[in-house]
């Protein structure tokens, strides 16, 4: 069964940080675009974070040079890592694998590949708080 | 960077009634676009991906259009289940939501 499971979440104070970790089950994290995802209390959801089975990484404007996207193969797990944290980062905490569902030829030889989130975890909460 | 408007951000509809909600993108996305449901207190449910496709296991009476900037979300006859909110979700450039539509029984 394909699975993922949040955890390090918790009450951290403003300027702080704290390490995320998605262990996921059922397939390879390392092979596969993995995304971040939050949503504040009575909120939306925001993307966060995203880092493309290549290896590539990118960011959400408010999260930019405070947050960081890893994985390890090893623990087919994700990570984000959250520093310099501050009160409106209170969120729950999505990781989603984000899965190529639909592919159309260029026809040029290659294909163009349709993304969606087919597979979330339930969430760790991250409150920032003095 | 790409911004995902919803309208209605909130609707009160029946059983058995037809809904449509809308999703217009700051620029063309041609079909990239997904919808998700989400209940109180869970993870998003993906609906919908690449404007149209349904995903496995999610029921036919739930429909999606568009391409370009412009896109629906159809539920042909509401069921008690599908009161929820629903968000919109670009994946051409890196990944937007929109801010949500919240479905509720009137």
């Known amino acids: 069964e394909v699975q993922l499971v949040e955890s390090g979440g918790g009450l951290i104070q403003p300027g702080g940080s704290l390490r995320l970790s998605c262990a996921a089950s059922?397939?390879?994290?390392?092979?596969?675009?993995m995304s971040w995802v939050r949503q504040a209390p009575g909120k939306g959801l925001e993307w966060v974070s995203i880092?493309?089975?290549?290896?590539?990484?990118y960011y959400a404007d408010s999260v930019e040079g405070r947050f960081t996207i890893s994985r390890d193969n090893s623990e087919n797990s994700l990570y984000l890592q959250m520093n310099s944290l501050r009160d409106e980062d209170t969120a729950v905490y999505y990781c989603?694998?984000?899965?190529?569902?639909?592919?159309?030829?260029?026809?040029?030889?290659?294909?163009?590949?349709?993304?969606?989130?087919?597979?979330w975890g339930q969430g760790t909460a991250v409150t920032v708080s003095s | 960077d790409i911004q995902m408007t919803q309208s209605p951000s909130s609707l009160s509809a029946s059983v058995g009634d037809r809904v449509t909600i809308t999703c217009r993108a700051s620029?063309?996305?041609?079909?990239?676009l997904n919808w998700y449901q989400q209940k109180p207190g869970k993870a998003p449910k993906l609906l919908i991906y690449?404007?149209?496709s349904l995903q496995s296991g999610v029921p036919s009476r739930f429909s999606g259009s568009g391409s370009g900037t412009d896109f629906t979300l159809t539920i042909s006859s509401l069921q008690s289940e599908d009161f929820a909110t629903y968000f919109c979700?670009?994946?051409?450039?890196?990944?937007?939501f929109g801010q949500g539509t919240k479905l509720e029984i009137k």
């Open positions: 989603a694998k984000d899965t190529p569902l639909a592919e159309v030829p260029t026809g040029r030889g290659s294909y163009y590949y349709f993304y969606a989130m087919d597979v």
């Open positions: 059922g397939f390879t994290v390392i092979s596969n675009y």
């Open positions: 880092i493309y089975s290549g290896g590539s990484t």
């Open positions: 620029q063309s996305i041609y079909t990239y």
């Open positions: 690449a404007a149209s």
């Open positions: 979700q670009q994946s051409f450039t890196t990944r937007t």
